[in-house]
């Protein structure tokens, strides 16, 4: 549940991107006398070739609109990473955490940021690259890093349902999930790597 709270505000914050977005590409082909004036100018620089000078026009706009879709996209991971990274170094829990009553512990600034980073990854980053590898027409290779986004992401899940209940963002940041009948409260906590279990 606290996965899927969270997941709602970046996707709230992957709607906002798009909005944005849409506005800055519709921008692109609605400014008449900017169009008008790069138009006529890639129309001059090419010496009378009109063709070649509609498809260097064309591309420009493309490739411009190619940008501001990447430029979501980067918006989008850095966000999120932020938002796990300050959550968690500041309160030690999301607020998806927080409303259903968990807490990651041990989460000193390094450690909340290789949670987070994990975390993004395998949540947003990586299926950022699969959508803009498709943007910039590389199908194949974005099929394949959409198949290596689902198995991140998994691989990052599964392992919640093992004994110590820790995804691979825990194991990784050496952090581990307390509350709601997990560790503290609930089933034994998972000592700190490196730690020696009491008697």
């Known amino acids: 549940m606290a996965w899927f709270i969270d997941f709602a ?3 709230a914050g992957a709607s906002a991107l798009a909005v944005l977005t849409f506005h800055r590409i519709s921008g692109l082909v609605t400014d008449v006398p900017e169009l008008a004036t790069r138009g006529g100018l890639d129309l001059l620089a090419s010496r009378g070739d009109v063709l070649g000078a ?3 026009f064309g591309l420009s706009l493309w490739n411009k609109a190619v940008l501001y879709v990447e430029q979501a ?3 989008l991971v850095v966000a999120t990473f932020l938002y796990q990274w300050t959550c ?3 309160a030690g829990r999301t607020l998806g955490k927080g409303l259903v009553g968990l807490k990651v512990d041990r989460t000193a600034p390094r450690r909340a940021a290789l949670r987070a980073a994990v975390t993004t990854a395998a ?3 990586v299926y950022a690259v699969a959508c ?6 590389r199908f194949l290779l974005s099929l394949t890093v959409w198949a290596v986004a689902v198995a991140v992401f998994f691989l990052n899940a599964l392992p919640v349902l093992l004994p110590g209940r820790r ?3 825990d194991r990784v940041a050496g952090t581990a999930v307390t509350g709601f ?3 503290r409260g609930g089933a034994a906590s998972v000592p700190a790597p490196g730690a020696t279990p009491a008697p």
Do not use: I, K, N, Q
Not at 132 to 137: A, D, P, Q, W
């Open 9 to 11: 505000l970046v996707l």
């Open 88 to 90: 968690l170094a500041l």
């Open 167 to 169: 995804s691979l963002a």
């Open 73 to 75: 996209f980067g918006m």
């Open 181 to 183: 009948g997990l560790g």
């Open 54 to 56: 509609g498809e260097h």
């Open 132 to 137: 803009v590898l498709l943007v910039e027409g």
């Open 123 to 125: 949540d947003v980053a």
